[in-house]
């Protein structure tokens, strides 16, 4: 298996530009999350989805993030306008339903993202 | 409200000797906790978790244990090895929190050969 797959794994920005980063789940995983790594906030989950469907979003920052799961091997992370301060490494992972007692969530590589 | 804590940003020490790095949780609703490492320019890798149910969980190298009435955990890792260089984060979840897993702030650990 691939693991999880992450593009792009560098993006440079300019402040107001549009971001999408994107995400392909580890074959099999029903689960898949969006964590932020920051300096000052360390690794931070911003949303996660079961089965596609969007169970929490608390930690998205700002309407300027969004999120979606078309189908159970994509996953998107958009984010519009961008800002400096949205400058982070973002990681996507996944793992099996909690019930299924193989919760352990696998990373991808993540996408660094520097915004002008 | 940082509900996962690990103290030490840093952590150094000689081959062969005994790492233990150190992680602190206030929510008395988490019940499963795991150790990932990480990399520079890589994702976090999952190396070993413990159920509250437990006290100690071992793997090779790694054990972690869990004190669950100070709320505390530990990875110990013997012997350590130059390439257990790398930043090791807790991370802790509950029934009530389903999925979402809460890390800590991460801990540099450099063995040194």
């Known amino acids: 298996d691939a693991g999880v797959i992450q593009s792009p794994r560098h993006e440079v920005t300019e402040m107001g530009q549009e971001v999408t980063l994107r995400c392909k789940p580890i074959?099999?995983?029903?689960?898949l999350f969006w964590y932020r790594q920051t300096m000052m906030r360390g690794l931070e989950l911003l949303i996660y989805?079961?089965?596609?469907?969007?169970?929490?979003d608390s930690g998205m920052p700002e309407d300027r993030f969004s999120a979606k799961m078309p189908n159970a091997s994509f996953s998107t992370l958009k984010i519009q306008p961008s800002e400096p301060r949205d400058s982070a490494v973002y990681f996507c992972?996944?793992?099996?339903?909690?019930?299924?007692?193989?919760?352990?969530?696998?990373f991808g590589p993540g996408t660094r993202l520097l915004v002008l | 409200d940082q509900q996962v804590k690990q103290n030490s940003p840093s952590l150094s020490v000689q081959e062969g000797r005994i790492s233990i790095l150190n992680c602190d949780y206030t929510?008395?609703?988490?019940?499963?906790f795991l150790w990932y490492k990480k990399y520079p320019a890589e994702g976090p890798t999952f190396l070993i978790s413990?159920?509250?149910?437990?006290d100690k969980n071992e793997d090779g190298r790694f054990t972690v244990f869990l004190n669950k009435s100070a709320k505390h955990l530990s990875l110990h890792i013997v012997p350590s090895q130059p390439g257990d260089s790398a930043v090791y984060f807790c991370?802790?979840?509950?029934?009530?929190?389903?999925?979402?897993?809460?890390f800590g702030e991460g801990t540099q650990l450099t063995v040194n050969p």
């Open positions: 992972a996944s793992s099996f339903p909690w019930s299924s007692g193989e919760e352990t969530q696998y």
């Open positions: 074959s099999g995983h029903n689960s």
């Open positions: 989805f079961n089965n596609n469907v969007p169970i929490d």
């Open positions: 929510n008395s609703m988490f019940d499963y």
């Open positions: 413990i159920s509250s149910i437990k």
């Open positions: 991370a802790a979840s509950g029934e009530t929190s389903g999925s979402r897993l809460t």
